[in-house]
Nanobody, 125 residues
Framework: QVQLVESGGGLVQAGGSLRLSCAAS????????MGWFRQAPGKEREFVGR????????YGADSVKGRFTISRDNAKNTVYLQMNSLKPEDTAVYYC??????????????????WGQGTQVTVSS
């Protein structure tokens, strides 16, 4: 089993930056596709982006492209989400996810079999 623990969330003013971390334990996740989803109150879960084992990243909503960057440090078994130029509409609970090796999860939340507990990001205007 893989356990995922997010950290780095908090309150930030619009225009600011945050870096979320996701520490994995239980197994080495270097060959796992890792990703991030977010969910705002009253809204559906939204795919933020994912990163494959070799470091190639793809992003979901156009609203985050160019502002968010996903990276990974396989030596630390950790994935990061760097968020810049934050906007109030980025306010949400952010979840780290992992898909087992060989899976091609894309943006489908149900194809990620491991989820963190989530970390709150609040952007004030």
């Amino acid at each position: 089993q893989v356990q995922l623990v997010e950290s780095g969330g908090g309150l930030v003013q619009a225009g600011g930056s945050l870096r979320l971390s996701c520490a994995a334990s239980g197994r080495t996740v270097s060959s796992y596709t890792m990703g991030w989803f977010r969910q705002a109150p009253g809204k559906e879960r939204e795919f933020v982006g994912r990163i494959n084992w070799s470091g190639g990243a793809t992003y979901g909503a156009d609203s985050v492209k160019g502002r968010f960057t996903i990276s990974r440090d396989n030596a630390k078994n950790t994935v990061y989400l760097q968020m810049n130029s934050l906007k109030p509409e980025d306010t949400a609970v952010y979840y780290c996810v992992a898909a087992s090796p060989g899976a091609i999860p894309g943006s489908s939340w149900f194809k990620y079999n491991y989820w963190g507990q989530g970390t709150q990001v609040t952007v004030s205007s």
